[in-house]
């Protein structure tokens, strides 16, 4: 798609609290020449990452369970979200340091050793957020702590330590219903990285 089908792209931003929500105002060409001045609400802040630890040996992996208002607000799961570990990245980081970070933060692993699968946005209609996910294998030497997140960050993180197969059943039951925990899980499985 050619760049001029945009112009006179007009930004103004409605809130900057915790992510910034912007009413994007431009003309759009259509294929039939048609132009038209549209509005679109845009809203995100860093871009972020997820990361998934697996065992192929024990046949676990290790997820997170923690409050998420837009999931309270939408009336699943009292709030609460199962997921991969993730979070945003700080300014002059690396999407892989921030991995590492948030690995050490909110589940307690040191990992190193760690595979980029993909870059994705989540809800591209509205969130401009891209989010780099990330897999790593795990020991139980790796564990540094009991995690559980800062509380700095008003995070409350329960770490859960689950088999592979359970958590397939999850998806399956729709107890885990967070995209970057799905698209991770079942890279796992297309890929036979847990047999």
């Known amino acids: 798609m050619s760049s001029t089908k945009v112009s006179n792209v007009v930004s103004t931003i409605i809130s900057n609290f915790w992510g910034k929500l912007e009413h994007v105002k431009f003309n759009f060409t259509f294929k039939n020449g048609e132009l038209k001045t549209l509005i679109h609400e ?65 589940i307690g692993y040191e990992v190193s050793n760690i595979k980029k699968v993909s870059t994705v946005f989540l809800s591209p209609g509205i969130v401009r957020e891209k989010v780099h996910l990330f897999l790593s294998e795990y020991q139980q030497a790796d564990k540094i702590n009991n995690g559980g997140g800062l509380m700095s960050e008003n995070e409350e993180i329960e770490v859960l330590e689950l088999s592979f197969s359970k958590a397939l059943q999850m998806i399956e039951n729709q107890e885990i ?19």
Do not use: H
């Open 42 to 106: 845009v809203y995100g802040k860093s871009d972020g990452v997820a990361i998934l630890l697996y065992n192929s040996k024990t046949k676990k992996v290790i997820l997170s369970k923690q409050f998420r208002m837009p999931v309270y607000v939408a009336g699943v799961s009292n709030g609460f979200s199962i997921e991969v570990c993730g979070g945003a990245i700080d300014p002059n980081e690396s999407p892989e340091k921030t991995a590492i970070r948030e690995a050490r933060e909110e």
């Open 177 to 195: 219903v967070d995209a970057r925990t799905i698209i991770l899980l079942q890279y796992v499985q297309l890929n036979n990285l847990i047999d």
